[in-house]
């Protein structure tokens, strides 16, 4: 044997041990599970601690599996209430491997397990769902929503506010742990565990949504209809106010008018009772005077007995016709 076949036979020794070398180990990344199988059947527990780990070469295979959540959508399905209306309902999940090798033995692939996801989850959410009214699907609680302006949180709730609508015995959350509840014990046989569900949307069909606006539009209308009606009563009520209001006003406008006309004419006729008093003479001839005004005009002819009092004054001053 010459030195060249000697290389030769080192070099693919060589070759075959790095080969034999690098198929003994395997790496486990740290969102990674292992399970092994020889031949087909899996080997050993399953391997979930991340780094370095050592396999049968050539005869062992490493099957991967993710330690991470994984998200579950499912189809938006037609269901029916208990109350015989029709909904589509669209769900997700959350859900991740927690037994590999129960899940390599049930479903062996992450695709097999959404399969069996969707059969299990939508079972659950049609089950819950036909058991309850539309109503319990829909709402949360019994809470009224008031719609207070700010700055009047303190104010006396109307009847409207104080309004009992259709009340649920469970609602939407109690309802989505059921479906969670019930679907749990059927994926655990696959290896999963089922970490949450819920609703992500829910829409009427075409006959429901028809009745469902014309509900709407009735109650908002009998709700406008109670506020107009408020509103008419407090109009009422200004206006009744405003007339009390305008009543007083005016009478005590009046008394106070009557008052002052009352001290004028008491203080006229006490500046004329001191005019007389002060000379009467003089003052029944202002008077005379204040008479010829009234009883003499431009262009008119008096005709007055000269034994009169106000013929008197004429005379006095010179005479007149």
Known sequence: MNAQTK???LVAVGVALLIVLFSSFYVVREWEQVILTQFGHPVGDPVSDAGLHFKT???QKV???????LIWDGERNQVPTDDKRFIWIDTTARWRISDPLTFLQAVRTVAGAQSRL???LDSAVRDVIGKHKLVEAVRLTNRVLDMVPVGEEDREQSPLDKEVRERISKGRDVLIKEMLKNAQGKVEEL?????DLRIKRINYVESVR???YERMISERQRIAEQYRSEGRGKKAEIEGERARDEKKILSEAYRDAQQIIAKADADAARIFADAYNTDPEFFAFVRTLQAYEKVVGNNHTLVIDPESDLYRYLSTTGGGK
């Open 191 to 195: 290896g999963i565990e089922l970490i």
């Open 210 to 212: 028809k009745s469902v």
């Open 7 to 9: 290389i030769g036979i």
């Open 118 to 120: 969707d059969d299990y």
């Open 57 to 59: 070469p050539f005869v």
């Open 63 to 69: 099957n991967r599996f993710e330690k991470r959540i």
